[in-house]
């Protein structure tokens, strides 16, 4: 609860335990077992930096925390509570401004990306490409930009490699060598994020960062409900939205030094999946934003089992604790306890070690910084109670909260002209090309058997002409022979009378 500029987390007893406002973007870490209390405490601390003006964005990893858009419900033991508090003057039920958000645009509006906002080297680092791929990666980014094709969604990244591969040897002198091998590591790559939602992340109308910084009407910053129940099954996508909402977040915001109140809060619910599952890239990215990125005004808290499941660079960094209920029976969990009690300045009054076994459901060591930067001693703290709705919330109401958050413009998948279309189109005109050259191939060749055959015809013809001129020349010979003959031997018989008649005498 946001009370006198300060959040007003709960009580040691009379003493009320505040967090210092401008201290909240030191980050800070929520830890302790199953069941002990640390999602009603996240609530809390999510519903105080709304009332403050502060953003949120809140994963919900096991979907429990939808209730924040609902008022909470009435009951003896929650009456009993705020009295406990000291909260009657200024209680009430009520909801708070939520956007629901699901990359799988079903328990919320779809979160998108491009592939160009990814970028080459962060794209690379997800999907675990060796240097040589991340190499020919950056060369299919810079050929698209210098041939103005956008890379919008995997498709157009996948038309891309193959449109490059076809073409790789125009390319060389220019970007360099393109190994075939390499293309196809990179294809294989993608299968993975396409098989687990890629083709629903990366596309437009990509998000834009600054729905997430905002106020509703009363100055209440809006919570930003992102739904990981499937999402976290999946480590290669979750990764690839994380280190690009990250990276947008070090790309827009600017350097802000110290604020008197954050411009955004991340709480990381279940963070031991976070860092057990993901990529050694997601992790290095968390560290560096987490180290730098609280001059940018924004805070993180971490929600998890055990302060052991953050990595210890990351856990240096977390300035507020809030230490739920641990149990220890192995020896692994008792290292585990000394660690997380070693970690806070410790209380004169109490062991931090035993208390931390013995804190019932609702308690929790908390050690904040004050307003000077300096950490608290250890407190045991009964955590105050949330003014929503501690149960996930309605569907109907979840349904109406989405029509009304002013986000429908996500709602709707669009397929603007991208590389894809662009090289489908080129391959489409270059196909009708080639159907034409080919066509005019074969009304030439027909055109040249067609003279072809007409030449034999005419050949044959001719052929045949002068067979049969042949045959009347021979006929005309026959004829002539056989009259020249018959002349000559009419020729003889008149010859041969004339002679006799001389000879003998005959009249």
């Not at 210092?20 to 929520?30: D, K, T, Y």
């Not at 018959?486 to 006799?500: D, P, T, V, Y």
């Amino acid at each position: 609860m946001f009370c006198d500029n300060k959040i007003y987390l709960g009580l040691a007893g009379e003493k009320r335990i505040n967090m210092a406002l401008s201290m909240a973007n030191r980050h800070g870490l929520i830890a302790g077992a199953s069941g002990t209390g640390k999602t009603i405490t996240m609530k809390v601390l999510a519903e105080s930096f709304s009332d403050a003006g502060v953003p949120v964005f809140l994963c919900d990893v096991k979907g429990d925390v939808s209730g924040l858009c609902q008022p909470g419900a009435k009951s003896d033991g929650m009456e009993k509570r705020i009295d406990k508090f000291g909260l009657r003057d200024v209680f009430s039920y009520r909801p708070y401004p939520v956007r629901f958000w699901d990359i799988y645009g079903q328990g919320g509006h779809p979160v998108r990306a491009t592939v160009s906002d990814m970028g080459p080297d962060l794209l690379s680092r997800i999907l675990g490409l060796t240097d040589a791929q991340t190499g020919v990666l950056n060369i299919i980014y810079r050929i698209a930009d210098d041939h103005g094709l956008l890379l919008t969604d995997l498709k157009d990244l996948r038309a891309m490699l193959t449109y490059v591969g076809e073409h790789r040897q125009e390319y060389t002198l220019t970007y360099g060598n393109i190994a075939q091998q390499s293309l196809g590591g990179i294809l294989r790559a993608l299968l993975p994020l396409e098989t687990q939602g890629g083709d629903l992340f990366f596309g437009e109308p990509a998000l834009d960062i600054a729905d997430w910084i905002a106020t509703d009407s009363r100055g209440r910053g809006i919570i930003n409900l992102l739904d990981c129940v499937k999402l976290v099954q999946n480590p290669t996508l979750y990764a690839s939205f994380l280190l690009w909402m990250m990276s947008q977040l070090f790309e827009r915001l600017p350097e802000v030094g110290d604020l008197e109140k954050p411009r955004l809060v991340f709480f990381f619910d279940e963070a031991h999946l976070l860092f057990s599952d993901a990529p050694k890239v997601l992790v290095q990215k968390i560290e560096q934003v987490v180290k730098l990125i609280r001059s940018k005004g924004v805070g993180i808290y971490f929600v998890t089992q055990s302060p052991s499941d953050i990595p210890d660079p990351v856990l240096a960094q977390l300035s507020n604790r809030v230490q739920h209920a641990l149990r220890a029976y192995t020896p692994a969990e008792q290292k585990a306890v000394r660690a997380a009690a070693a970690s806070m300045r410790p209380n004169p009054e109490f062991k931090t070690e035993q208390v931390i076994m013995e804190l019932g459901v609702g308690q929790a060591l908390v050690s904040l910084l004050d307003e000077d930067g300096i950490p608290g001693i250890v407190e045991k703290t009964a955590i105050i109670c949330p003014q929503s709705l501690m149960a996930p919330a309605e569907s109907a109401v979840r349904t109406a909260v989405m029509a009304g958050d002013g986000m429908i413009k996500y709602d709707t998948a669009e397929d603007n002209e991208s590389a894809f279309e662009v090289l489908e189109a080129q391959r489409a005109a270059a196909a009708a090309e080639e159907e034409l050259r080919r066509a005019e191939e074969a009304r030439i060749k027909a055109e040249e058997a067609l003279a072809k055959e007409k030449a034999k015809e005419e050949a044959a013809l001719r052929k045949k002409q002068e067979k049969e001129e042949a045959a009347k020349a021979k006929a005309a010979e026959r004829r002539k022979a056989k009259i020249e003959s018959q002349l000559i031997s009419a020729g003889g018989q008149i010859l041969k009378r004339g002679l006799f008649s001389t000879l003998f005498g005959k009249k």
